[in-house]
């Protein structure tokens, strides 16, 4: 697949600029969520300071950027710069066990189980998987995992099975991190999959289903 689409830019590895990230990138075309970040970066408004002391507009015009939910984006930013100021030392216990980094992570709103996951591999250096729906509807429809009710337990599901076939190397899952779901994104869509085009075509279950008279 790195062949196909090209090198993917990977999220920042700073935990409060990952954490912008990612609340721009909730439900946001890439374009979209780089378009809210380059706004966030001209006010300036990355750190945990200068978004808390930024006004309300100029933060609503710039998360605005990246497409709806407004309200819950400025909220979560506002919410997580007083997280991060209050406990300067975050990024450190990231850094540390993985429990107590997933303890951390639950003071931080919007992120979701995807989000705490990149928080994790790309902040706290953990070799975990990120998992969203859209990861582990490609996992089902690879045939790596059988698809099941209940979106948290499918992403669980297909979590284990990457997580055994992805060498625990720190680089290489965050490239692969980057590039699946770039992949889920842009080819393996929920909703009319572009599977003439897929990289992946030839080994897919899915795609064999849908080309079978």
């Known amino acids: 697949m790195r062949a196909f689409y090209g090198p993917q830019p990977l999220p920042p590895r700073d935990p409060f600029a990952l954490y912008v990230w990612e ?10 969520r780089e378009a809210a970040l ?18 309300l507009p100029k933060l609503e015009a710039a998360a605005g950027l990246a497409g709806p939910h407004l309200d819950e984006r400025v909220r979560a930013l506002r919410t997580g710069a007083d997280a991060f100021r209050r406990r300067p030392e975050l990024g450190r216990v990231l850094a540390g066990p993985v429990l107590g980094a997933r303890r951390a992570l639950r003071s931080l709103p919007q992120l979701g189980g995807a989000g705490a996951g990149r928080m994790l591999l ?7 998987i990120p998992v969203d729906a859209a990861v582990a509807r490609v996992a089902v429809r690879l045939g790596l995992c059988e698809e099941t009710a209940g979106v948290r337990r499918q992403a669980r599901r297909a979590r284990r099975v990457l997580d055994a076939l992805v060498p625990r190397d720190l680089d290489a899952r965050r490239r692969v991190a ?17 599977c003439g085009i897929c990289p992946l075509a030839a080994d897919c279950a899915f795609a064999a289903r849908r080309v079978t008279p």
Not at 23 to 32: G, R
Not at 178 to 192: G, N
């Open 178 to 194: 980057q590039v699946i779901e770039h992949h889920a994104q842009s080819t393996c869509a929920e909703f009319d999959p572009h």
């Open 38 to 55: 380059a706004a966030l970066r001209r006010i300036p408004a990355l750190t945990p300071d200068s978004i808390w002391k930024t006004p």
């Open 23 to 32: 609340v721009m990138n909730f439900q946001a075309a890439p374009l979209k």
């Open 122 to 128: 790309f902040a706290g250096d953990h070799p975990v």
